[in-house]
Nanobody, 123 residues
Framework: QVQLVESGGGLVQDGGSLRLSCAAS????????MSWFRQAPGKEREFVAG???????LYSDAAKERFTISRDNAKSTVYLEMNGLNAEDTALYYC?????????????????WGAGTQVTVSS
């Protein structure tokens, strides 16, 4: 069983930056494909960025050129560095894991989920 705990969310001004962390417990982190999703009120959960167990990243159009996903297998942690935040980035951000998975962009591509960390961008 994998447990995921997100942290690093908060309130940030328009144009600001945040770094989210997802700490994983359980076996075989180095072969878990990891992703970040987000969900705003009234919206569906959407893919933001993923990183394959080989460390190859994948970004949504919204995240591309602004966000960077990375992983530290020694710490069993995945990160999401977010720059140039705007109001459309306001959401609850979730970490997800799939053992030996591809870098999927759908909810059902992932078996394990964290409870989320809130990101709010104010103007």
């Amino acid at each position: 069983q994998v447990q995921l705990v997100e942290s690093g969310g908060g309130l940030v001004q328009d144009g600001g930056s945040l770094r989210l962390s997802c700490a994983a417990s359980g076996p075989n982190f180095s072969t878990n494909t990891m992703s970040w999703f987000r969900q705003a009120p009234g919206k569906e959960r959407e893919f933001v960025a993923g990183i394959h167990w080989s460390s190859v990243p994948l970004y949504s159009d919204a995240a591309k050129e602004r966000f960077t996903i990375s992983r530290d297998n020694a710490k069993s942690t995945v990160y999401l560095e977010m720059n140039g935040l705007n109001a459309e980035d306001t959401a609850l951000y979730y970490c997800a894991a799939q053992p030996l998975g591809r870098t999927g962009t759908s909810r059902n591509d992932y078996t394990y989920w964290g409870a989320g960390t809130q990101v709010t961008v104010s103007s």
